[in-house]
């Protein structure tokens, strides 16, 4: 698999709030994409810590970042997506608009958290996908941690505050076969 993965922010900052974004480099060498709408939203001042890493990353060559030009057919699916989507359809954020728009449009995978908002596009636009919790399994597969290096990162992470659907990794593991 050498499909790039698209990040939007969640997914992204779940790694970046517990210092762990070089598991992203070693899992995935040469394929994290951050799209321009979630460096902007990682540029926040109140969190320049966040945007800090990022950059490193990008220095590194371990992620890149990429726009979404206009007059292309991810910049109308994009707008579509935070301005006017499909009846029945709601409006989300420009992070996880930028990330699915790119996604799709450049055969991607999509690396997002936020399913409640994002599952009716997954499905529609028959998108891969991964969480946080399937890039720790991944990982783990992988050798890259192990269980109990799993577990503390989930513990880390929750205690920044992201959303992981389950109270350890190990629940997680044994929920998600």
């Known amino acids: ?7 939007d922010t969640d997914c992204l900052s779940a790694f970046l709030w517990v210092n762990n ?4 480099a070693q899992l995935y060498p040469g394929r994290v994409v951050i799209p321009a709408e979630v ?8 969190i320049p810590h966040l ?13 890149r970042i990429e726009s979404i030009m206009t007059e292309t057919e991810e910049y109308r699916l994009y707008r579509k997506l935070v301005a006017n989507p499909d009846p029945g359809h709601a409006i989300i954020g420009r992070g996880e608009a930028a990330a699915i728009a790119l996604a799709k449009e ?29 890039i720790l399994k991944e990982a783990l597969k992988a050798g890259i941690i192990t269980e109990v290096d799993g ?9 920044k505050r992201r959303k992981l659907g ?12």
């Open 106 to 134: 450049r055969n991607g995978i999509l690396a997002s958290n936020n399913l409640k908002d994002i599952s009716v596009y997954i499905n529609e636009f028959g998108l891969q996908h991964r969480t946080t919790g399937e």
């Open 166 to 177: 389950y109270p350890t990794f190990s629940d997680y593991l044994k929920n998600n076969i």
């Open 151 to 159: 577990n503390q990162l989930w513990q880390d992470m929750l205690k």
């Open 21 to 24: 974004q070089s598991l992203l």
């Open 39 to 46: 460096y902007a939203e990682l540029s926040n001042p109140a």
């Open 1 to 7: 698999m050498t499909e790039p993965l698209f990040f």
């Open 51 to 63: 945007k800090a890493k990022v950059d490193i990353m990008v220095a590194c060559g371990d992620a």
